[in-house]
Nanobody, 119 residues
Framework: QVQLVESGGGLVQAGGSLRLSCAASGSILDIVRMAWYRQAPGKQRELVATITSGGNTNYADSVKGRFTISRDNAKNTVYLQMNSLKPEDTAVYYC?????????????WGQGTQVTVSS
């Protein structure tokens, strides 16, 4: 099993920056992918960015060029650097991991961290 704890959310003005952190513990060697999702009020949860165990990254079109996902293997932590924030980035941000248990893949979620961008 993998446990995830997010931090770094808060209130920021439009154009500002925030960095979210996601600390992983447990069976971290079995993690194949880490991701950030977000869910705004009244909307479905959407994928924001992913990073694989090989270091490949992918982003939603809405955040390309503004957000950067990265990881520090020594700290078992994944980050989401968010720049040029917009009010529409306001949401609860969730960290997610896909990890292997034998031949099967399971998912794990953090508790979420609120990001609010004021206009």
């Amino acid at each position: 099993q993998v446990q995830l704890v997010e931090s770094g959310g808060g209130l920021v003005q439009a154009g500002g920056s925030l960095r979210l952190s996601c600390a992983a513990s447990g069976s971290i060697l079995d993690i194949v992918r880490m991701a950030w999702y977000r869910q705004a009020p009244g909307k479905q949860r959407e994928l924001v960015a992913t990073i694989t165990s090989g270091g490949n990254t992918n982003y939603a079109d809405s955040v390309k060029g503004r957000f950067t996902i990265s990881r520090d293997n020594a700290k078992n932590t994944v980050y989401l650097q968010m720049n040029s924030l917009k009010p529409e980035d306001t949401a609860v941000y969730y960290c997610n991991s896909d990890f292997l248990v034998g031949p099967n893949t399971f998912g794990s979620w953090g508790q979420g961290t609120q990001v609010t961008v004021s206009s």
